[in-house]
């Protein structure tokens, strides 16, 4: 069965940079996008881009744009999303998720999550 | 972007009660209209996809309609696992965005 599994939770400071990894399973790595999806606390879900896997072009919201690298290593399966210059606000969930369909926009499949704490 | 609203943000229902959520669009979106249930400190759940289509393994009484902009996912016999928040997203397209959700308690 389709498998995401995402890295642990991380603590970092304002200004810092993380970045956290989905590995996939039970499916051809290379011929589904990969989405990422923030939460806040409390809050509701945030697209944030979209990885093909098969050539490792992305396509990220505007409000990322900068800020946000997505990534992919097809030896492992696993794809990465890199955000940098944190803010308190950057505090949330992340969530990689598996796209099929129209435009490869349904998310059929989700990671665990992985929280990330921005702190100072 | 288009924007994606939801009503009611929240609701109590019973079980045995029939639960209708609604979600508009700010243009047509023509059928790309998604819904996810999420559980607390759970990840979402795709729910129902192109307005009106179940995946396997979801149970009928999830039903969705719509199309262009209004959108409707109903609840019928409310079960004790379904007391969840809800979701709608639209893949028309980027950036994908999803409404701010309904919870069902």
């Known amino acids: 069965q389709v498998q995401l599994v995402q890295s642990g939770a991380e603590v970092t400071k304002p200004g810092a940079s993380v970045k956290v990894s989905c590995r996939a399973s039970?499916?051809?790595?290379?011929?589904?996008?990969m989405h990422w999806v923030r939460q806040a606390p409390g809050q509701g879900l945030e697209w944030m881009g979209i990885i093909n896997p098969s050539d490792g072009t992305t396509h990220y919201a505007q409000k990322f744009q900068g800020r946000v690298t997505m990534t992919r290593d097809t030896s492992t399966s696993t794809v990465y999303m890199d955000l940098s210059s944190l803010r308190f606000e950057d505090t949330a969930v992340y969530y990689c998720?598996?796209?099929?369909?129209?435009?490869?926009?349904?998310?059929?499949?989700w990671g665990q999550g992985t929280l990330v704490s921005v702190s100072s | 972007d288009i924007q994606m609203t939801q009503s009611p943000s929240s609701l109590s229902a019973s079980v045995g009660d029939r639960v209708t959520i609604t979600c508009r669009a700010s243009?047509?979106?023509?059928?790309?209209l998604n819904w996810y249930q999420q559980k607390p400190g759970k990840a979402p759940k795709l729910l129902i996809y192109t307005a009106s289509s179940l995946p396997s393994g979801v149970p009928s009484r999830f039903s969705g309609i719509g199309s262009g902009t209004d959108f409707t996912l109903t609840i019928s016999n409310l079960q004790p696992e379904d007391f969840a928040t809800y979701f709608c997203q639209q893949n028309y397209n980027s950036p994908f965005t999803f409404g701010p959700g309904t919870k069902v308690d």
């Open positions: 243009q047509s979106i023509r059928s790309y």
């Open positions: 039970g499916y051809t790595f290379n011929t589904f996008y």
């Open positions: 998720a598996r796209g099929v369909g129209y435009g490869s926009g349904t998310h059929d499949s």
